[in-house]
Each structure stands twice: as structure tokens, then as C-alpha cells.
């Protein structure tokens, strides 16, 4: 059988369709995750005893590196034949509460969910005391044990917080210190002489409640619990793994960290989180300028799993990524069928060399976009005598982009407007993918959205433009599977338009990109065209008045002179 006839025949098909179901890590039914995980490097850089927030856009695979961790702690206690880590993985979705059109969520949500997560915590380690214990799964528990068990059912009663409507019961026979008190009034803005309870002064509102139905929450005595916990599990350290960390509302979201660190920073137990950039805020000042909340490079360290496999900027390391990506899922779903092809050259034999190049470029260091990716491009195919050809990999990501990104793009007209002037800019005039922004734009609130949504991608930091002296750049990559998709008028063009994106130049080298900047024109005429900016009476530049020195201070950010 030559390599086209076995690139064509049933068994192949079939694999690559069932790839699909193991698209979503929480969606998959296959079970061994360390085994699927590519590049294994990074599953290293968790196995410490830090707090670390996992950063990386949606696709990038911060839920499977966190089943994959479980995997390999649970690995090291089979084959040591002795447990020291106990981990927990948990989905915070499951913890909202149901927020509608009218909801305002605020510091009591954030305690909610936190009460939610701690009787999480303590029934899984009850649910799973047989395996902490190292006791045989049909086997019985000792004298000792026993004991310890009622004791940790006690535990979970004791740190059980009920919540009815808006009154919260007492817990326990806790109360405050006098040191929490006053740290709490400060931070969380808990009134505890008073017995009321006022939320953020940030939103205006104070609810205050009747000595009978307020009380307190005793995180001083809550730490003791947990402490006592880990005791009676013969100190085992407890691994919290966080998925979906940037689902809770935004503002919640400092609140949430702060009721972790009181509880759990000096304790047995170690928290990794998954979340996304720019929807993710672990700290923040509250009234009369307190920080709350968990401080990066302080209570948690950040590891960055985004932008790791740029083929622009290493050809070989992105290509040996995904060939090992594709080959460990594949033989998950048909090892007879899959380990025939030489593991070395695994991805070569469905992709012709021009398509592979452009597949890598296109799919950005996300895996799972390049998964979807490469079931369409395979799908694609009308010639069965060829492998995945350029243009199969064109079409297939101008259907990624409009069944996965589109929609949410156009939710926000803002920026589907920047979007389209800046595909018109760099794409239609230019014929290009790739461009230089300059970094004092790169907290800029379209651009910010765009690389979250993925129809931009961050490609290189720091890189000088050909031409201008003195200025930093980034490097950006437009998502040209954006190209059909967007409201540009076709008839504008001079040649014909599928011909034109099949003569996109990208690009296999950052620094080919060097020529090409967007500058604070292109910025200055989007926001004076759709309201978002105003003319400085000092420095006759555009003022953005979405940027946050305008916002809290009513400073230019151009100029940073006050605006009268």
C-alpha cells in the first residue's frame, strides 16, 4: 500500500473523525491524559509545592495540562508506593451562581463560591480516603482510620456555611479576633461591630442586616480546620487544580483569591489555576486603597502556556510539537492503525510541505485550533490522489474562523469595525498576515478583545521596525481564516477574491514582518469615527477614552496633561 492509498483508507477516516470528540479535554473519552500530553516539559514546572496561575487563551490546553498533572502525581504514588500529594481537580463553572440581565454580583457571591469550593475539597479527600489511606479498594478500614474519618466528616460539618437568600448563619461557634476584624473591615468592607454586612462602596450599595440574622465568618479559625485536616490524612499535601478560574465575573475574582490566601497560604495545600489573560484579575485596590487578593511573584507564580509554539519564530520545536500532538491522540483512538507510520515523520504523511508550513503558521500555538484545523483540511481534500494541499489548509481555516470565532466578534460592532479597518489595512492593501504594533498599544481594549477572541495573534515582544528608530514593537498576526468572513465589499477588489487570499504572503521568519506597523493614525481615525475619542486641547492629539488614564484620571494619554 503506498502512502496516498494509506492516507485514503477506511481506518485512517475513520480516526481522524473520531478525533473530534477529543477536541475538549472535559468532553473526551479517552483516559489516559499524561499519555496524550505533547512536549511533558511543562507538566515539570507544576510538581512544586507554589501556587501558580497557568495563563494561556482558550485551545491552548490549560485544561489537559491540569489532568495531565493529576495524571503524573497519581503516576509518581504507584510507582514510589507511597502517597504525599492528594490532587483535586475542580471546574469552578459548576460553582456560579445563576447570573441574569439584572444581576450584580458582589462580595457575598465571591464567599458562595468559596463555600462551595471548600465542601468540594473536604468531600473529595472523604470520597477518596480508601486511596490517601493506601487502603485496598475492597479492603477495610482500621481502628485508626476510622476514627480519622469521622473525624474528617466532622471537619466538612464544621466548615459548612449556609446561606439562605441573603442572610448568612452563623458558623460554628466561630467569631473574629479582634486582628481579623479590623483586616476584614478594611478589605472585604465587613462591618463587624455593627453586625452588618456592606458590600464594595465601589457600586454605591450597602446592605446592612439585624444583629439575628448576620454573624461571622472565622477565616483564622477555618485555616485551623483545614490544618487539622491534612493531620488526620498523615499530612498529605492537598493539590487544588482550578480550571476555569476566569468564568467567575471579573470583579469577583480578587475577592475569591483573598478568601484563598487567608485560608490556604500558609497551610498544607498548594492551588494551581487555569486562566485566561486579560479575563483575569487575581488583585486589586478596594476602598481606601487596600490590596487584596494574590500577588504574582508573591503568594503565586505565573506560568505562561500561550504563544509556546510559534512556527515563525522556531520552525523544528513547533513542527516536533504537533507531530507529537497528532500521533499521541490519534493512537489513543487506534494504536493498530496509527504506530505503523515512523513516529519521526508522523505528521509529514498527510501534508504536502508547503500545506505543513502553513498549517503551523495558521494555527497559531493553540493546539486545539490546529486539531480542528486538520480534520477540516484532511475533510477538504478533493483530489484523494494528493496529501492536504495549501489550499485545503486556506479553506479549512476560513470555516474554523466562522463556526468558532466569528460570532463572538460580531457580538461586539466596536470591534468587528476595528477588525475589518485593520484586515483592510494589512490583508486587502497589503497582502500580508503579519504586522508591528507599537507596545504602548498593546493594552488597547479592541486589540485586547481581538487576541482573547484569537482573530489576533501575539507572535514576538520587543522588536525593532526597519525604518522607525527609537520606538518598541510587538509583532501581530491577523487569523486569515478571518478573510471571507468579514462585512468587506468583494466587488472593491481587483482581482477575484478567493484568488487573493490564496496569494496572502505569509511569512516563516519575525523579522520579514518589520516593515509593516500600524501607527497612531490608524487608532486616532477609528476612535474619533466611532466616538471613542476626543481632540487634546494641549497636544491636538486623539485622546483614546477608553484608555485607563483618561478614565480615572481624565489625563491624555498622549501627552498626559489633565483635560479640562
Known amino acids: 500500500m503506498t502512502e496516498i492509498e494509506y492516507l485514503n483508507s477506511e481506518p485512517i477516516k475513520e480516526g481522524i473523525n473520531k478525533l473530534s470528540n477529543n477536541i475538549r479535554t472535559e468532553r473526551s473519552d479517552l483516559e489516559n491524559y499524561l499519555s496524550l500530553y505533547a512536549d511533558k516539559s511543562i507538566i515539570s514546572r507544576l510538581d512544586n509545592n507554589n501556587n501558580q496561575v497557568i495563563f494561556g487563551r482558550r485551545g491552548t490546553g490549560k485544561t489537559h495540562l491540569l489532568y495531565a498533572f493529576e495524571d503524573s502525581i497519581q503516576k509518581k504514588a504507584s510507582e514510589k508506593g507511597e502517597i504525599s500529594s492528594f490532587p483535586i481537580y475542580i471546574d469552578l463553572r459548576k460553582f456560579l451562581p445563576l447570573f441574569t440581565a439584572n444581576s450584580n454580583p458582589n462580595v457575598e457571591t465571591s464567599i458562595i463560591i468559596f463555600q462551595s469550593l471548600l465542601n468540594e475539597i473536604v468531600n473529595k479527600i472523604l470520597d477518596h480516603s480508601k486511596y490517601i489511606f493506601g487502603t ?16 474528617l466528616k466532622n471537619i466538612l460539618k464544621k466548615i459548612n456555611i449556609e446561606f439562605d437568600g441573603k442572610v448568612f448563619k452563623k458558623l460554628g461557634d466561630f ?9 476584614l473591615k478594611k478589605s472585604l468592607n465587613v462591618s463587624t461591630e455593627n453586625a452588618s454586612l456592606g458590600i464594595n462602596k465601589e457600586n454605591g450599595s450597602k446592605v446592612s442586616y439585624s444583629q439575628d440574622n448576620i454573624q461571622y465568618i472565622s477565616f483564622n479559625e477555618i485555616s485551623k480546620i483545614l490544618d487539622d485536616l491534612t493531620y488526620h490524612i498523615n499530612g498529605v499535601r492537598i493539590l487544588c487544580l482550578l480550571d476555569e478560574w476566569s468564568e467567575i465575573p471579573i470583579n469577583l475574582q480578587p475577592y475569591l483569591a483573598e478568601l484563598l490566601k487567608r485560608t490556604f497560604i500558609a497551610s498544607n495545600y498548594t492551588f494551581k489555576i487555569a486562566a485566561i489573560p486579560y479575563r483575569t484579575r487575581l488583585r486589586s485596590t478596594t476602598y481606601g486603597n487596600i490590596k487584596i487578593g494574590l500577588e504574582e511573584g508573591g503568594d503565586i507564580f505565573p506560568i505562561n ?9 522556531d520552525k523544528n520545536t513547533t513542527r516536533n510539537f504537533y507531530n507529537e500532538l497528532l500521533r499521541n491522540h490519534l493512537i489513543q483512538i487506534d494504536k493498530e492503525v496509527f504506530e505503523e507510520i515512523d513516529e519521526n515523520k508522523f505528521i509529514n504523511i498527510f501534508f504536502a510541505t508547503q500545506a505543513l508550513s502553513e498549517i503551523l503558521i495558521a494555527s497559531a500555538g493553540i493546539p486545539r485550533d490546529f486539531i480542528n484545523l486538520f480534520i477540516l483540511s484532511y475533510n477538504n481534500r478533493i483530489n484523494k490522489k494528493q496529501r492536504i494541499i495549501l489550499k485545503n489548509v486556506r479553506n479549512a481555516t476560513t470555516e474554523w474562523y ?19 479597518d485593520l484586515v483592510n489595512q494589512i490583508v486587502i492593501e497589503k497582502n500580508k498576515t503579519h504586522f508591528l504594533l507599537p507596545q504602548r498599544f498593546s493594552d488597547n481594549l479592541q486589540i485586547k478583545k481581538l487576541v482573547d477572541l484569537r482573530a489576533l495573534h501575539l507572535r514576538e515582544k520587543g522588536i525593532s521596525h526597519r525604518h522607525i528608530q527609537s520606538k518598541n514593537y510587538d509583532v501581530y498576526s491577523i487569523d486569515y481564516g478571518s478573510y471571507t468572513s468579514l462585512d468587506i465589499t468583494k466587488n472593491t477588489l481587483d482581482t477575484d477574491f478567493n484568488e487573493m487570499i490564496n496569494q496572502v504572503k505569509t511569512i516563516e521568519n519575525i523579522r520579514d514582518a518589520r516593515s509593516l506597523s500600524i501607527e497612531d493614525e490608524f487608532f486616532d481615525k477609528f476612535n474619533l469615527a466611532v466616538g471613542q475619542g476626543i481632540k487634546c486641547p494641549t497636544c491636538s492629539k486623539t485622546i483614546d477614552t477608553n484608555h485607563l488614564a483618561y478614565i480615572k484620571q481624565k489625563i491624555c494619554n498622549n501627552c498626559f496633561e489633565k483635560v479640562k
Open 136 to 151: 485496598n479498594e475492597y479492603g477495610t478500614y482500621s481502628k485508626l482510620e476510622l476514627e480519622r474519618i469521622e473525624k
Open 305 to 313: 502556556i500561550d504563544n509556546r509554539y510559534i512556527y515563525e519564530k
Open 402 to 420: 466562522s463556526s468558532d470565532k466569528k460570532e463572538e466578534i460580531d457580538k461586539d460592532p466596536l470591534t468587528k469595525r476595528f477588525f475589518e
Open 175 to 183: 467569631e473574629f479576633s479582634v486582628e481579623e476584624q479590623n483586616n
